[in-house]
């Protein structure tokens, strides 16, 4: 099984896994948050986020997310990208977990371009009467 950490800006992670357990009607395993504060030292998290990553990994490969790129989140992701091993997308959104978390028994590879999809099919522009 595939591995998800989401590192990003406050609770944000948090609530994204919250409201993923809430959709699935159970927690996910081997679903982490790390949230990062102003308060944080980028290299401190890092070492942190790599202890996260051996914890989640069964073999199978950790799928990192973050939220906005660019952001120290999403810095700090890109410190722990192994190709093939470790890989991360960021803009993360609620659909892009939850199709995730629903193909995670698939080659992380797989897993990769599934949550891509989901994040981009999930954003959409809602017109009145639809």
């Known amino acids: 099984m595939i591995g998800i950490l989401i590192i990003s800006h ?9 409201c993923a357990a809430h959709i699935l009607g159970e927690k996910p395993q081997q679903l982490i948050y790390q949230a990062i504060s102003i308060q944080d030292k980028p290299d401190e998290v890092v070492a942190q986020a790599k202890e996260l ?20 989140p999403s810095n ?25 978390l629903n193909y995670r028994h698939e080659p992380l590879s797989v897993v990769v371009a ?16 639809c």
Do not use: W, Y
């Open 114 to 129: 599934k949550a891509l999809a989901g994040g981009k099919e999930g954003v959409m522009h809602i017109l009145h009467g």
């Open 10 to 18: 406050d609770k944000l992670g948090e609530s994204f896994t919250h």
């Open 76 to 100: 700090i992701a890109t410190q722990l990208i192994q190709t093939g091993k470790v890989e991360c997308l960021a803009g993360m959104n609620l659909p892009m977990l939850v199709r995730a």
């Open 53 to 72: 990553i051996k914890k989640l990994d069964q073999g199978d490969g950790v799928l990192v997310m973050t939220d906005i790129l660019g952001a120290t």
